[in-house]
C-alpha cells in the first residue's frame, strides 16, 4: 500500500528526492513519516509530516539538508535529500501513522518496501 522510489546511487554532494505513493488506502488523513537503516544499524527516523501538512519535524542529522513534504491531492509524500553524504546510505522506508507525527517506529502502521540510497566518496 506504501510504495517508496526514487533511490540510486549518487556522488557526495549529489541531490534526490525519494517518493511514497500510497494505494489501496487513503493516507490523507495520516501523519507520514520517512526512516533508514544503514547496514549493519539500527532503522532510525529520519523526517515525519503532519497530515495537512502543516507541520514537519526532521532527525538533527538531516536537518538543513532533507525536506519532507506531501501532496494529499496525489496521495504522495516526497523527501529531498541534498548535500549526501556516505553517511547517509542507507535503504529508506516510509510509513504511515494515525498517533500523531511520532519519531517512533512502533507507532506507525503501515511500511513501504524501501528503497536503496547509495552515496559513494
Known amino acids: 500500500q506504501l510504495q517508496a522510489s526514487g533511490g540510486g546511487l549518487v556522488q557526495t554532494g549529489g541531490s534526490l528526492r525519494l517518493s511514497c505513493a500510497a494505494s489501496g488506502r487513503t493516507f490523507s488523513a495520516y501523519n507520514m513519516g520517512w526512516f533508514r537503516q544503514a547496514p549493519g544499524k539500527e532503522r532510525e527516523f529520519v523526517a515525519a509530516?503532519?497530515?495537512?501538512?502543516?507541520?514537519?519535524y526532521s532527525a538533527d542529522s538531516v536537518k538543513g539538508r532533507f525536506t519532507i513534504s506531501r501532496d494529499n491531492a496525489e496521495n504522495t509524500v516526497y523527501l529531498q535529500i541534498n548535500s549526501l553524504s556516505p553517511e547517509d546510505t542507507a535503504l529508506y522506508y516510509c510509513a504511515a501513522s494515525n498517533r500523531g507525527m511520532t519519531t517512533r517506529e512502533y507507532d506507525y502502521d503501515y511500511w513501504g518496501q524501501g528503497t536503496q540510497v547509495t552515496v559513494s566518496s
Open positions: 509530516i503532519s497530515w495537512r501538512g502543516l507541520s514537519t
